[in-house]
């Protein structure tokens, strides 16, 4: 077991936290915090005019960053006593040190640079002080320096890195106050068995990454990373959502047997991945894969999916410098060509929110997920939208695929988009290159767009309802905020009269319904949004074969009745107590409840906290 001066709370309690459960599977092995976290800044020299600004802004981070530490003592606290809270004091005290304050300060006034660089500039330096310094205690006192610097960068923005350390050769289990996609992205998997989270929610995009990665995952644990210690031993329950922290024998033996279970019933689940999702009346219900990297590409056939109803393309962009229209030609190829005759739904670039990258500043930004992003970022970067549409058009020889534009909430908003694409085509055209048709779709997944659906429709040839941010936005519940997870309801009746319009509307005028958010894949929402009318449901490789199952044990006429009773349903409540009275004895039947990470059913399946 590795250990390290960061392993200073004695007590191997054991101890137990529920959160998010982000994605499904059992993992053990040794914590690995992100303290090993390298950040690269780049040195930016501001403006006069943005002086004021920059010194506010480095205030607001202090507080935030003070506000976090005062939390997570209070915790430390109540869990393991003042004693191993002293440390958190030492984090505070630092963070009110005039030297510090007036060090970064001087140099965001004097010397101009941006808050992030000058705080990055002058811990930095000061670490390398106390590194230096010949007293043990000093140079003690650089470990809390260092875990200062990352929550500090932490509160600026998520651009770090992860680094584990290459010594490292078995599995570990990553623990962090908060994960971005590109950092999950960039880790070695082999390396890594499953990681825990402070923050996040299921729909979050590190979440929705790793399912895509088959990687057990617990988000939402809200102070897992002030508990633990680099080497501690740990239990993570992706499928339950909880953890355990230096688990006893008895928890070990308990979680070595769910995993072989678990393992039992992937190979079961695989051996229908052939069978047609069809329902026992007869209705035909396809049955898409959302994949995140090109590498999934091979995944989306061999677990029984028919073609692809999102590829996340801005996953490709999470990279050192953005991808060039050759690299990009060739991953679209990759995808469309392999999975050809069967269509290929690919969704511009679709970033911000919690997708950031570090060639657009998308970062800073009070709401980043209502802010500069997605559609807007395109229509205001022509360069990079048109390389991007060229690139799709290009790699699109086989005819197989389907462009859908992410985030659109108004008119203007397709008709430029649908302008680019024909510019684009006619480009291409003008150079000898034949464009096989293609299909265009948008994303339903901001309010505007589903009360503005009737026309929309009028003008693509297929929907595609964006369930994580139609309940984000129609709610106004953040979907990554661990604290109000509770309100992140699909089944709340204004959600489900959203996706009733946006069916009814499509069907109008003769065009397919998709849903590509995480709604699709929960075992009770995909019978509800069969009920309601939508033609293709598109989720996660791996929850396909488990919704064969469930389409191939209802009856379609029964859904639509389901689904018409629902809609005249006034509260969340009565919505899932009347779902789970028709449906959960079915799905436990069934045996996908262990699957089940939707609350509702902690009563009925065994809930993992009445496990322990
Ligand atoms: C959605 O919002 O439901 C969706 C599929 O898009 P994303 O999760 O990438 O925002
Ligand atoms: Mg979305």
């Not at 690919?346 to 980043?368: C, F, Q, Y």
Request: hydrophobic share 40%.
């Amino acid at each position: 077991m590795k250990t390290s001066t960061k392993n200073r709370i004695k007590a191997k309690e054991r101890i137990v936290l529920v959160g998010v459960p982000a994605s499904p599977g059992y993992a053990m092995g040794l914590c690995h915090t992100v303290s090993t976290r390298e950040v690269s800044i780049t040195e930016e020299n501001i403006p006069e005019e943005r002086v004021a600004t920059e010194e506010q802004y480095f205030l607001k981070i202090l507080n935030t960053t003070t506000k976090e530490i005062n939390q997570i003592k209070q915790v430390t606290v109540e869990k393991l006593g003042t004693e191993e809270a002293r440390i958190f004091e030492a984090h505070l005290m630092i963070l009110k040190d005039p030297t510090l304050v007036n060090g970064v300060l001087s140099l965001i006034q004097k010397e101009k640079k941006s808050a992030q660089w000058a705080v990055h500039f002058y811990v930095s330096s000061l670490i390398k002080q106390f590194e230096s310094h010949t007293s043990a205690l000093m140079k003690e006192r650089s470990i809390d320096l260092k875990d200062l610097y990352h929550r500090l960068m932490d509160a600026f923005d998520d651009t770090g890195t992860v680094i584990i350390d290459e010594s490292i050769k078995e599995g570990v289990i990553l623990v962090a106050h908060e994960l971005n996609p590109s950092t999950l992205i960039s880790l070695n998997k082999d390396q890594v068995l499953a990681f825990a989270t402070d923050s996040g929610g299921r729909t979050s995009h590190v979440s929705i990454l790793a399912r895509s990665m088959e990687l057990p995952a617990v988000s939402g644990l809200k102070n897992v990373s002030a508990l633990v210690r680099l080497g501690d031993n740990l239990i993570v329950d992706g499928t339950g959502g909880m953890i355990i922290i230096n688990p006893n024998e008895a928890d070990i033996k308990k979680y070595q047997e769910k995993l072989e279970v678990f393992k039992r019933q992937q190979r079961e689940l695989f051996t229908m991945r052939q069978l047609e999702p069809i329902t026992r009346d007869g209705k035909y219900v396809t049955l898409h894969a959302n994949i995140e990297l090109v590498s999934e590409t091979d995944k989306v056939l061999d677990y029984g999916a028919t073609g692809v109803g999102l590829y996340r393309s801005e996953f490709l962009f999470f990279r050192k410098g953005l991808p060039s229209f050759e690299e990009q030609v060739e991953a679209y190829s990759y995808i469309l060509d392999n999975l050809a005759p069967h269509a290929v739904t690919i969704r511009t670039l679709d970033v911000g929110g919690d997708k950031l990258i570090s060639e657009i500043s998308l970062s800073n930004e009070a709401n980043p997920f209502m802010g500069w992003r997605s559609i807007r970022v395109c229509l205001d970067h022509l360069e990079l939208f048109r390389t991007q549409l060229k690139a799709l058009l290009v790699a699109n020889k086989k005819g197989n695929l389907r462009l859908l534009l992410p985030m659109i909430s108004s008119m203007e908003e397709l008709l430029s988009s649908k302008e680019q694409v024909k510019n684009v085509i006619h480009e291409l055209e003008q150079e000898g290159f034949d464009c096989p048709k293609v299909e265009l779709g948008v994303m339903i997944e901001v309010p505007a767009a589903v009360i503005l659906a009737d026309k929309l429709a009028k003008e693509v040839d297929f929907f595609s309802i964006g369930s994580n941010d139609l309940i984000q936005f129609t709610l106004a519940v953040d979907r990554t905020n661990e604290k109000i997870s509770s309100m992140f309801q699909p089944h709340h009746p204004a959600v489900l009269n959203m996706i009733h319009k946006t069916v009814t509307a499509a069907h109008r005028e003769g065009i397919p319904v998709s849903v590509c958010g995480e709604m699709a894949s929960d075992p009770l929402s995909s019978l509800l949004l069969v009920g309601l009318g939508v033609d293709e449901l598109s989720m996660t490789p791996w929850s396909i074969m488990e919704c064969k199952k469930i389409i191939r044990s209802i009856n379609f006429e029964e859904v639509r009745e389901i689904a018409r009773n629902v809609l005249k349903m006034n509260d969340t409540d009565t919505i899932n107590a009347y779902l789970k009275k028709k449906y959960a004895q079915t799905i436990i039947d069934l045996g996908i409840f262990s699957y089940i990470s939707n609350s509702d059913f902690c009563e009925i399946s065994d809930s993992p906290l009445q496990q322990l």
